[in-house]
């Protein structure tokens, strides 16, 4: 038998607001008056969204998706955190096939009804990560189950959402994943854009491997195949490129290019173990599908064209200054094996992965 998870009035108080009667401390990144505990509406809605009963808690979704709806009164971090507490334990009690895939669905398609789908997207992956050393072996597939859909669901919207002028929702959606997922392994602080809201950075990330990993190995089918196979076209590792393809793929070359300080080197072992993920689930798929083939509408002689310029790009990001070694050498690897497949000769050389040692 699985644990119980804790009475959801438990599971939704903020621990960080215990005592109201204490000032709020002033920090050099928030300012804010603190965040009041849950109001008996919220708590009410959480019980019914945990509810052993499926027709209650079907109701409940209803009652989310017409909150999540409304634009005159929006969501904030600290009510979407809550919100998702919550949400985790409706799919919890689906124990049935059916009814896991029913709330799997339901879930990723509040993504595209919510007024704010940044913050809820970023709510689910906060959830996740927070959640993911208590979920039981029983309960992990739908779990993954709703990961993998999220993300895709995510990535698409960005697409949908974009235009060949502006890809701007592209790399939101990228820089949300980065942020609460990959760069709390391998940084000891994260680093937030500056559109991110002061309550949306607290409270500290811790990350975790397994999401990490298992998001490094369906990264390629749900999120980059979501990209218009003529915007993939345009892939060139750039950092400041506009091509969607080059923002979805910002994650995992950070991944192997930042660099890392003193403070971040006992993470040193869960990034290496990171980047050898990425490097066969990603590198490597990404090779045998886009770069070392042409694609069929191309030609062969503006493929050769392309392929040069990737290589060349991602040459640039593995040369930089900073970038660790482990890294360097796995993104080396990927530009020889690219300008091998096209018969170019390599400006990299040979490094292998493992050093042997002198007899």
């Known amino acids: 038998m699985s644990k119980k998870p804790r009475y959801i009035d438990d599971v939704l108080r903020d621990n960080s607001h215990k005592d109201q009667d204490s000032p709020p401390t002033k920090t050099l990144r928030s300012c804010s008056a603190p965040v009041a505990r849950p109001t008996a509406v919220e708590l009410d809605l959480a019980?019914?969204?945990?509810?052993?009963?499926?027709?209650?808690?079907?109701?409940?979704?209803?009652?989310?998706?017409?909150?999540?709806?409304a634009?005159?009164?929006?969501?904030?971090?600290?009510?979407?955190?809550?919100?998702?507490?919550?949400l985790f334990y409706t799919l919890w009690f689906a124990d049935r096939p059916v009814a896991i895939e029913a709330v799997i669905r339901r879930l990723v398609r509040l993504l595209e009804v919510s007024a704010d789908p940044y913050l809820y997207f970023r709510g689910m992956l906060e959830c996740l990560v927070r959640e993911w050393p208590s979920i039981d072996h029983h309960r992990l597939d739908k779990y993954y189950?709703?990961?993998?859909?999220?993300?895709?669901?995510?990535?698409?919207?960005?697409?949908?959402h974009g235009s060949a002028d502006d890809w701007q929702a592209c790399r939101c959606i990228a820089r949300i994943v980065e942020e609460e997922v990959f760069q709390p392994l391998y940084v000891d602080k994260v680093h937030f854009a500056d559109d991110v809201a002061a309550e949306a950075r607290e409270p500290p990330r811790r990350g975790s491997v397994g999401v990490a990993l298992h998001l490094c190995d369906v990264w390629v089918a749900r999120i980059l195949e979501s990209v218009p196979p003529d915007e993939r076209q345009h892939l060139s590792f750039a950092v400041d490129s506009r091509c969607p393809a080059d923002m979805y793929m910002e994650p995992i070359v950070r991944l192997f290019v930042v660099e890392t300080n003193r403070a971040a080197e006992a993470r040193l072992p869960t990034r290496k173990r990171l980047m050898a993920r990425a490097a066969q689930r990603v590198w490597k798929v990404l090779e045998a599908r886009w770069l070392t083939r042409p694609p069929e509408p191309v030609e062969e002689a503006s493929w050769r064209t392309h392929a040069q310029e990737i290589a060349q790009g991602l040459?640039?990001?593995?040369?930089?200054?900073?970038?660790?070694?482990?890294?360097?050498?796995?993104?080396?690897?990927?530009?020889?094996?690219?300008?091998?497949?096209?018969?170019?000769?390599?400006?990299?050389s040979a490094v292998p992965l493992k050093r042997k040692r002198k007899a």
């Open 47 to 69: 019980r019914r969204l945990a509810s052993s009963s499926k027709s209650v808690r079907q109701e409940a979704l209803t009652a989310v998706q017409r909150v999540l709806c």
């Open 71 to 86: 634009a005159e009164t929006p969501l904030r971090w600290p009510e979407m955190r809550r919100l998702w507490r919550a």
């Open 145 to 160: 189950a709703l990961l993998t859909d999220g993300v895709a669901a995510a990535a698409a919207w960005g697409v949908s």
């Open 315 to 348: 040459f640039q990001r593995a040369s930089g200054t900073g970038v660790p070694d482990y890294g360097r050498r796995l993104l080396y690897e990927t530009v020889r094996h690219l300008r091998a497949a096209v018969e170019l000769p390599s400006e990299v």
